[in-house]
């Protein structure tokens, strides 16, 4: 305490003994100096020293001796939520933080804390000790926002993020949920008012039965890149992250979620694992080289050697795509350079031939095969001189770190 009241005793007294300041509040304008004390003592022994008056509170109008009734207010409201951490965030009014900023400024302080800072501190210490649970700056499950003015609380409850690898079984699946493109999700003629392109998606699939048990608002499907509509997803499968927004209930039967999601016979996962923001983050910025089985008819027949060939001329040089026709219409159009790593022949009959390409994060390979009228060059049907139709597409392989 010998450091508050040295600070203390560097301020004039005469100008401290203007205003009547509660204990807390006199104790804050030295509130980073004196670890291990609370202000409300900071002030009481500042107010024994220069004899500072007590009464209303100029500054904070009482709200320092309103903790207890706003924790409760608090702990009442996280009643309704199934959590594990918290934090307390707080409105003060303008007019209370433009007070103790005038009085800083007019007694010349170096150390004072902010009220604000201290409702966040003094609040969660209460809630804590009501809620039994434990406050965390990182990343809390829910963040409480108390307004001071209006004894109210706002809560913002947190997404569960659960993660693993999806499997698609079937063609014709979008990854996420597709709005219709005419009424944007209102529903309409066209999409049948269900306001979807697509009845499900893996992202429905996968998050109905999480938001079963964990009730929440809605959801998300963060995946480390996508497959097309009409290409299934197989092999150990895709890394995703999948996103419950304010979910009632945290502690959920994950394995029992998983084998309801792998009846559904269209999309299977691995397991679902608890997982982060951060992990959102990790899947997004992953570059992970992906391995394809293509099914191609020829326009005339090919003989396998010559396929052969030119298969590994392609895996030789940057292939240059420029944004597919099937997507310029929402993607900008621009040039890519990806690299071809492998491609083999699996399977032909000289009409129909079964390859495996493994490709760079990001490659067209739709394209790389059929060529998309000149936009990506090189691609097989120039290198053939072969009409060259994609019958089928299949990701086998995501090479990620694991
Ligand atoms: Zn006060
Ligand atoms: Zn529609």
Redesign the pocket.
């Known amino acids: 305490m010998d450091e508050v009241l040295e600070a203390a005793r560097a301020v004039e007294w005469s100008k401290l003994r203007e205003r009547t300041l509660c204990d807390a509040c006199l104790g804050r304008l030295f509130g980073k100096l004196g670890h291990g004390h609370t202000n409300q003592e900071r002030g009481r022994a500042v107010r024994e020293a220069a004899a500072v008056a007590e009464g209303a509170c100029w500054v904070c109008d009482g709200l320092t001796s309103r903790y207890d009734a706003l924790a409760r207010l608090v702990a009442k409201k996280l009643e309704l939520w199934d959590y594990d951490t918290f934090l307390i965030g707080s409105k003060v009014d303008p007019e209370v933080q433009a007070r103790e900023e005038s009085l800083w400024s007019e007694l010349g302080l170096t150390n004072p804390e902010a009220l604000k800072s201290e409702v966040n501190r003094e609040v969660g210490k209460r809630v804590c000790d009501l809620v039994k649970k434990e406050p965390s700056l990182e990343s809390p499950d829910i963040l409480a926002v108390v307004d001071t003015s209006f004894d109210h609380v706002d809560l913002h409850v947190n997404p569960l993020f659960l993660r693993g690898r999806y499997r698609k079984l079937v063609r014709g699946i979008p990854q996420t949920r597709w709005p ?1 493109n ?2 944007h999700g209102k ?2 003629a ?2 049948g008012g269900t ?1 979807k392109m697509y009845p499900t998606s893996v992202e429905e699939i996968l998050a109905t039965e999480v938001m079963r048990e964990s009730g929440g608002s809605g959801h998300a499907l963060h995946g480390m890149g996508r497959e097309d509509v009409d290409a299934r997803m197989l092999g150990t499968g895709r890394p995703f992250v999948l996103e419950i927004k304010e979910p009632r209930k945290r502690h959920l039967d994950l394995a029992a979620a998983r084998d309801r999601v792998n009846v559904s016979g269209q999309a299977e996962v691995d397991a679902f694992l608890p997982a982060t923001r951060k992990d959102v983050v990790a899947v997004k910025s992953d570059r992970a080289d992906k391995t394809y089985r293509v099914l191609v008819r020829f326009a005339s027949p090919v003989d396998e050697a010559k396929l052969k060939k030119e298969l590994i001329i392609l895996e030789a040089q940057p292939i240059a795509q420029r944004t597919p026709t099937r997507v310029v219409h929402r993607r900008a159009d621009t040039t890519r350079h990806r690299s071809v790593r492998r491609a083999e022949v699996l399977s032909t009959d000289g009409t129909v031939a079964e390859l495996r390409v493994t490709a760079e994060a990001g490659a067209y390979v739709k394209e790389l095969v059929h060529g998309d009228q000149g936009r990506t060059k090189p691609s097989l049907a120039d290198q053939l001189g072969v009409a060259c139709e994609v019958l089928e597409l299949d990701v086998v392989d995501i090479h990620d770190e694991g």
């Open positions: 219709c005419r009424c529903g309409c066209k999409c306001g």
